[in-house]
Nanobody, 123 residues
């Protein structure tokens, strides 16, 4: 069983930056990768980025490439999402998740989820 606790969300002006954190605890040995998803009301949850836990390989949605950076600190069991040049349309609840699957962009493959943290980008 894995527990995920997110932090770092808040209100930011368009073009600004935020850094989200997700601390993992419990039985994390089966985790292959951790990812970030986001969701706005009335829309499906959307893949943002993922990082493999062991090797640190990163994957990004096309919409965030060049602006967002995902990273992890294995010693602290924490994954981060550095978000730069934020856009108003990226206002959403951002979720951290853990998966044992090799397919990292599909929401259904993530077994453990954090509670979500609200990111609001004003224009």
């Amino acid at each position: 069983q894995v527990q995920l606790v997110e932090s770092g969300g808040g209100l930011v002006q368009a073009g600004g930056s935020l850094r989200l954190s997700c601390a993992a605890s419990g039985r994390t040995s089966s985790t292959y990768a951790m990812g970030w998803f986001r969701q706005v009301p009335q829309k499906e949850r959307e893949f943002v980025a993922a990082v493999t836990w062991n090797g640190g390989l990163t994957y990004y949605a096309d919409s965030v490439k060049g602006r967002f950076t995902i990273s992890r600190d294995k010693s602290e069991s924490t994954v981060y999402l550095q978000m730069n040049s934020l856009k108003p349309e990226e206002t959403a609840v951002y979720y951290c998740a853990a998966t044992s699957s090799l397919r990292l962009t599909m929401m259904k493959n993530y077994a453990y989820w954090g509670q979500g943290t609200q990111v609001t980008v004003s224009s």
